[in-house]
C-alpha cells in the first residue's frame, strides 16, 4: 500500500520496462506507542554508536579488566601502604613506573570517561523523554537527535 511518505524513481527494466521503484519510506504506524518505541530505539542506536566509538580503541579484554583496575587503583590511593593491589602492580612492573602513577592514571581516565558517558547518555535520555511526552505521532518524528 503506498504512502505519502513514500519516495518513488522511475527506471527501467531488464526488458526496457518503464517502472517505478520505491527507493525510500517512511513507517506508518498504528499508534502513538508505537511510533515512540521505534523513535526511542533509533535514538538509542545513535547514543549506542557515540558510545561505542569513545571505547573503541580498548579491546574487549582490557575494558573487562577496568573494574578490577578502579577498584585496586581505589583502594592503593586511599592506603598505599597495606592496600593489596596484584593486577596494576602488575600493570605498573611491566610499564617501568610506580604503583602510583599507574593508580592516579586510572582514576584520571575513569573520571574522563565517566564525564563523556554521562554526557552523552544525558543528552540520549532527554532524547527519549521528549518522545514519550509527545502527544502526536508527527510531534515524536519531529524529535531530532
Given at each position: 500500500m503506498a504512502s505519502s511518505?513514500?519516495?518513488w524513481k522511475k527506471t527501467t527494466d531488464a526488458n526496457g520496462n518503464e517502472v517505478m521503484v520505491l527507493i525510500s519510506s517512511t513507517p506508518t504506524f498504528a499508534t502513538l506507542l508505537d511510533a515512540q518505541k521505534a523513535r526511542e530505539a533509533l535514538i538509542r542506536q545513535k547514543y549506542k554508536g557515540i558510545i561505542e566509538s569513545i571505547v573503541s580503541d580498548y579491546t574487549l579484554v582490557e575494558r573487562?579488566?577496568?573494574?578490577?583496575?578502579?577498584?585496586?587503583?581505589?583502594?592503593?590511593?586511599?592506603?598505599?601502604?597495606?592496600?593489596?593491589?596484584p593486577f596494576i602492580t602488575a600493570l605498573a612492573t611491566s610499564r617501568g613506573v610506580t604503583?602510583?602513577?599507574?593508580?592516579?592514571?586510572?582514576?584520571?581516565?575513569?573520571d574522563s570517561y565517566n564525564q563523556s558517558i554521562s554526557q552523552y547518555l544525558g543528552q540520549q535520555q532527554a532524547k527519549v523523554d521528549q518522545v514519550y511526552t509527545a502527544l502526536t505521532i508527527?510531534?515524536?518524528e519531529s524529535v531530532v537527535f
Open positions: 511518505n513514500d519516495v573487562e579488566t577496568w573494574f578490577t583496575q578502579v577498584k585496586e587503583a581505589e583502594a592503593y590511593i586511599a592506603n598505599p601502604t597495606t592496600a593489596v593491589v604503583i602510583s602513577v599507574v593508580a592516579n592514571k586510572i582514576i584520571t581516565n575513569r508527527d510531534a515524536v
